[in-house]
């Protein structure tokens, strides 16, 4: 049986973090198997939107080339990833936006589809065990007002968020590889002496 068609979707990429643990480095242009990791996430979800966004506080020129739209937070002091995910919601121009961080490079397209083929009118969020990935996780664009109202009240938290939004789970095991965030030196220099296996 043919699986079926995908939702249309906006995507978008986490990149305007402060890189803390990379000594302030800019994440997503961090090199990886002879590319930056922006690269490999944007070669695993080309395919599945005409609405590519990233979010991105610094280096916008070397963004740009991998992106459809740029966003930035609205305040300057890297309020942190809700603040991204904020603006995205406000420029998404589907109904459904899929969201990701752009230091979890072995992330697959059968994953990309799971959680697509999940959409609905309540967000989809990744769980490894007990533990949720809300920066791996699929928000429907109508979130937007309850959002809104919810960083006005202080909210800073996407995990707290989304589980007040009732959010679905997508169940994977403890110990996905694809789920791996090389988000400290170590981890990406760990990553770099494995050989990659391209999905």
Known sequence: MPEKPLPPCSILLLAGGRGQRMGGADKGLLDWHGKPLIAWLHEQVRPLSDDLIISC???????AAFADQLISDSQDDFPGPLAGILAGLRSARHAQLLVLPCDAPLIDQKLLHSLLHAAGEQPVVVRQGEQ????????PTQLLAALEDAWTSGQR???SFL??????TLDCLQDDPRLANLNTP???DQAARAPHRAT
């Open 132 to 139: 949720w990935q809300p920066l791996i996780s699929l928000w």
């Open 186 to 188: 170590r981890l990406l």
């Open 157 to 159: 938290s996407p995990l």
């Open 57 to 63: 506080n610094r280096n916008q020129q070397r963004y």
């Open 163 to 168: 589980r007040a939004a009732q959010a679905r």
